[in-house]
């Protein structure tokens, strides 16, 4: 007696094989205009830098901290007058907000929803870098031995980790759900 069991019709592999290829073009446009163009010009990088010191001195002063950023270089954030924080363009976000906004861009979803979700998401990143650096200079104020570890341990699992539930409330409640095949 044969099995009466319905069949399964293969995967599909269509909306994997979009992500993928959006992925990679997305990845490869970054490369041709950001490290062959905008990294080696510097001033993008150097105005995301000096932004984002300057802002976390500020909100370092409002909390009540002799915060400022250095006359001489907007990059070097001050506390009490002495060197703190530089600002250097691998922590100013830049290649987080790209990140966050690619897995967006390439995961499918209505375009309404990509057009408010990913600025909110950048938003959310950079005042958690602001609250980063902000952190940083304080503890390098008062736990000056504890910055190295902070700096590459702490703060990149706090960031990395906003960044993934970012991508699993996109995923998960933002991004319709893949239709069921029709029997």
């Known amino acids: 007696m044969q ?8 995967p599909d592999n269509r909306l ?4 993928l290829l959006v992925a990679g073009a997305l990845y490869l446009a970054w490369f041709f205009v950001y490290q062959r163009w905008l990294e080696p010009d ?6 995301l830098c000096g ?12 909390i009540g901290f002799g915060a400022a950023v250095a006359p001489a270089d907007a990059q ?4 009490n007058g002495e060197p703190s924080v530089i ?9 987080l907000y790209t990140l966050f906004a690619g897995f967006v861009l390439a995961f499918p979803g209505p375009g309404r929803r990509k057009a408010w979700f990913i600025p909110a998401g950048i938003a959310l990143l950079w005042l958690l870098n602001v609250l980063r650096v902000a952190a940083l200079a304080l503890n390098h104020h ?20 906003c960044i993934f539930g970012l991508w699993m409330l ?11 095949p029709a029997n």
């Open 142 to 161: 008062y736990a000056r031995q504890t910055v190295d570890f902070n700096h590459h341990y702490t703060f990149a699992i706090v960031v990395y980790g």
């Open 76 to 79: 070097l954030l001050l506390m």
């Open 42 to 47: 510097g001033r993008l990088d150097a105005a």
């Open 170 to 180: 996109w995923a998960r409640r933002l991004a319709p759900a893949p239709h069921a």
């Open 3 to 10: 099995s009466t069991a319905p069949a399964t019709a293969p």
């Open 16 to 19: 994997l094989f979009r992500f």
């Open 87 to 95: 600002v250097y363009p691998p922590c100013n976000g830049l290649v």
């Open 51 to 62: 932004q984002i010191a300057s802002s976390s001195a500020s909100l370092l002063r409002i």
